[in-house]
């Protein structure tokens, strides 16, 4: 007798239901994909036990067809797609028809729903893949989903749930990325009774940001809109102090799915090179709209993947929207060096690029690694659930009828009863506190990185240990880290020579020496041209030391010796080409800047304002620390107990 057997179709259906449902958040994803797609403007998901003995999703969509409702739970029954042919063109969230029968696969399914003209509505249970029951119900127009005992009879899969309060926070935050990839729809979500979260519905992307983050993070972001190469991209990041220590405050949406996409982070971390400190991931919700035929949403069951036709299109894309909204001005009118630039600038100004180059710049987006072990995955809320919910209490629960949209009328009896009459509907709404748009939208428009009121319009007080200036701005007072304000200025001004090879040098009256080591004096030797640009002028002086005869005047009261030395060491750490490299530049700037405890005088501070100004990139040094912090009238006054 052969090995080979047929599995029997109640097997073969868990098993495919395990690569489309892993938890109680799945189900709830692949119910509120199906609410969108019907056309629904609010969408309520309830849920006992983190979801796993009970979820109820509502929707006021357009409702299902008594037909269409048992046929719509059978393996690969979609509405969305006619052919494989369809595939290449997807408008919808949700196409491959296997959700429905996958969640009936594993748990106890109860569908109440009214189609759009139907007089009478219609419920249909069905357990374990099994039709139990179907018959007229009272509802509204909409469908309500019901589903218990999620994995009751796959207990394999069962065990690897984790606590309720861990299932409910990824069903959390699920329905937050839904709101964010839908702020024109309404969603709510009610714990164990417990409404944890609620956006406005009212298509303001940024409201709906505040109902989940709240107001300081809101307050923090600058707002993304951009169009290149047929590629529209709206949406929000982050500045000041919206950078985290994950990317679990980076959500990525195309045309309205969440994905996840090497190529989009990339082109969001090179953006912010010079930005965000080392291992920290800027806030950012993104947007991105690109033609259906262009993107390849069938890659896998849970659709967070896609696949770009062109992925040097979106990389540059998504650079040059990102650096539109933290500077105000294109990537290519920045001052950079042509070797350190992003590949991508290259290809812009180069159309005719050669075939190599071409294969490099998709290497370049291939081969960036990806999360480590200890990076939590960006499908994690950061805040357990009960965390969530107390939160939310004080922000989106308090929202307006006006403001947040109108509840579904669906939310039915009891399904247990069966009611042949439509006039008898029950519903079960959740009051909320209302509060106007106007207390919601409390936030202050956040100005660019490369807004100058507060180097221009402040009043310089003082140094504060020989390490902060002190100014007061608007009612604020603000301390500047001199170090990172002078190593951002001498950062650009080492750029802009590199490229422009325009600076004006100095003689020395007497040459500064330095001493190499044999590796150091052959690096040297192969890269004078470097320095040259730069406004040296060294020449070797006996066995393994050289003489500094000229520096470049940006670098005058500087260490040089320090300056060369170390710059010399970080490129010969960074290979090829690494005097080019941004680290380099990095480390020169670093050590040509003005220390901490060293006394500025009034004029030289002014002078570091002035020139601060005069920067397009102030708003950091080059490893990205603050150059300025602030504190309000308000704070002050608090440690004095004036208020």
Avoid at 208 to 227: A, D, P, Q
Wanted: hydrophobic share 40%; with cysteine; glycine share 6%.
């Amino acid at each position: 007798m052969g090995k080979i057997i047929l599995l029997d179709e109640i097997t073969a259906s868990q098993i495919a239901a395990g690569e489309v449902i892993e938890r109680p958040a799945s189900v709830v994803k692949e119910m509120a994909e199906n609410a969108v797609d019907a056309g629904a403007t609010v969408v309520t998901a309830e849920i006992k036990a983190g979801g796993i003995k009970y979820m109820k999703i509502t929707d006021n969509g357009c409702g299902f067809d008594e037909d269409d409702a048992v046929i719509a739970f059978d393996k690969h029954a979609t509405s969305k797609i006619m052919n494989a042919d369809d595939l290449f063109g997807v408008k919808t969230l949700g196409f491959r028809g296997e959700a429905l029968a996958s969640i009936a696969a594993v748990s106890d399914v109860t569908l109440i729903s009214k189609g759009e003209n139907a007089e009478n509505g219609f419920m249909v249970n069905i357990r374990g893949g099994k039709l139990i029951s179907s018959s007229a119900y009272a509802s509204s127009k909409g469908s309500t989903f019901i589903v218990k005992e999620l994995f009751y009879n796959t207990p394999a899969r069962y065990k690897f749930l984790k606590k309720d309060a861990t299932e409910a926070g990824y069903v959390a935050d699920i329905m937050q990325k839904m709101a964010m990839a839908h702020p024109d729809v309404s969603f709510k979500l009610i714990s164990d009774g417990k409404v944890v979260f609620h956006s406005p519905g009212n298509g303001d992307m940024l409201s709906c940001i505040h109902s989940i983050y709240g107001r300081e993070v809101t307050n923090s972001l600058c707002e993304v809109n951009h169009e290149q190469d047929s590629v529209r991209i709206t949406g929000y990041v982050g500045v000041r102090d919206a950078a985290y220590g994950n990317r679990n405050r980076q959500h990525i949406f195309v045309n309205g799915r969440y994905i996840k996409s090497k190529v989009i982070t990339s082109a969001l971390d090179e953006a912010y090179k010079t930005v965000t400190m080392k291992n920290k991931f800027p806030f950012a919700v993104l947007t991105l709209n690109v033609n259906p035929n262009t993107l390849d949403v069938n890659v896998h069951p849970t659709k967070t993947e896609v696949r770009f036709a062109d992925e040097q299109m979106i990389f540059r894309a998504v650079y040059h929207a990102i650096y539109n909204a933290l500077f105000g001005a294109e990537p290519e009118n920045h001052s950079q060096t042509s070797k350190s630039v992003s590949p991508w600038k290259r290809l812009d100004d180069n159309p005719k690029e050669s075939k190599t180059e071409i294969k490099n710049l998709l290497d370049f987006v291939s081969n960036v690694p990806t999360p480590s072990k200890n990076e939590k995955s960006s499908c994690v809320i950061e805040t357990p659930v009960t965390l969530v919910a107390e939160k939310y209490e004080t922000t989106a629960v308090k929202q307006t009828a006006s403001f947040v949209k109108e509840e579904p009328e669906v939310l039915v009896q009891d399904p247990e009863t069966v009611v042949k009459k439509t006039e008898n509907v029950i519903e079960n709404k959740i009051d909320i506190k209302p509060i106007t748009e106007s207390e919601i939208r409390t936030y202050e428009p956040v100005k660019k990185y490369n807004d100058t009121s507060i180097y221009t319009e402040s009043r310089v007080i003082g140094q504060l240990f020989n390490t902060y200036i002190i100014l007061e701005y608007n009612e604020k007072l603000v301390l500047i880290d001199q170090h990172a304000a002078h190593e951002r200025i001498m950062y650009e001004r080492i750029k802009s020579a590199i490229e422009k090879s325009d600076i004006h040098s100095q003689q020395l009256l007497m040459p500064i020496m330095l001493s190499l080591s044999s590796a150091e004096c052959a690096f040297l030797r192969e890269n004078t041209e470097f320095f040259e640009k730069l406004g040296f002028e060294i020449e070797e002086f006996g066995l393994n030391s050289f003489a500094v005869r000229s520096i470049p005047m940006i670098l005058e009261g500087s260490n040089i010796e320090s300056f060369v030395v170390d710059g010399i060491n970080k490129a010969m750490q960074n290979g090829k080409g690494g005097l080019y490299d941004d680290k380099t530049i990095f480390t020169m700037a670093c050590k040509a800047a003005v220390k901490a405890n060293k006394s500025l005088s009034g004029e030289e501070m002014n002078e570091l304002l002035k020139t601060l100004a005069e920067l397009e990139n102030h708003g950091t040094c080059p490893h990205g620390r603050p150059v300025a912090v602030t504190m309000t009238k308000y704070e002050v006054e608090r440690k004095f107990h004036r208020c």
